[in-house]
């Protein structure tokens, strides 16, 4: 549980506002390799923003795992523009029946 700057525990009446850029939700096959490997995985999308993803994929990835992402569902990608470089920043382990792993990713320049 966070702290406020007075130590007690943050609720979340007294967790300051955080600006979230916009979520559309969106189901769009993507692929993703980490970075430095050559072999690319596939994965889809739950939803998309401007300063990332929330995903879903077979693999089970590290928070803080650096990613390439592209949204063509084969070949080398056409424009280095479609390719995006993300980080993880969180991972969801999901219940049954929904057994895939989703991932939220945040895009860097």
Do not use: C
């Amino acid at each position: 549980m966070e702290n406020t700057p007075n130590g007690r525990a943050a609720t979340p009446q007294s967790r300051p506002w955080v600006d979230r850029a916009e979520r559309h939700a969106l189901h769009i096959p993507l692929r993703y390799r980490i970075r430095g490997e050559q072999e690319w995985s596939l994965g889809e999308t739950v939803n998309l923003s401007e300063s990332g993803v929330l995903f879903s994929s077979e693999s089970l990835l590290e928070i803080d795992t650096k990613l390439e992402i592209t949204f063509q569902t084969s070949g080398t990608p056409l424009l280095s523009s479609s390719t995006r470089l993300a980080q993880v920043v969180r991972r969801v382990l999901s219940n049954w029946p929904e057994t895939r792993p989703a991932f939220a990713a945040r895009f860097h320049s």
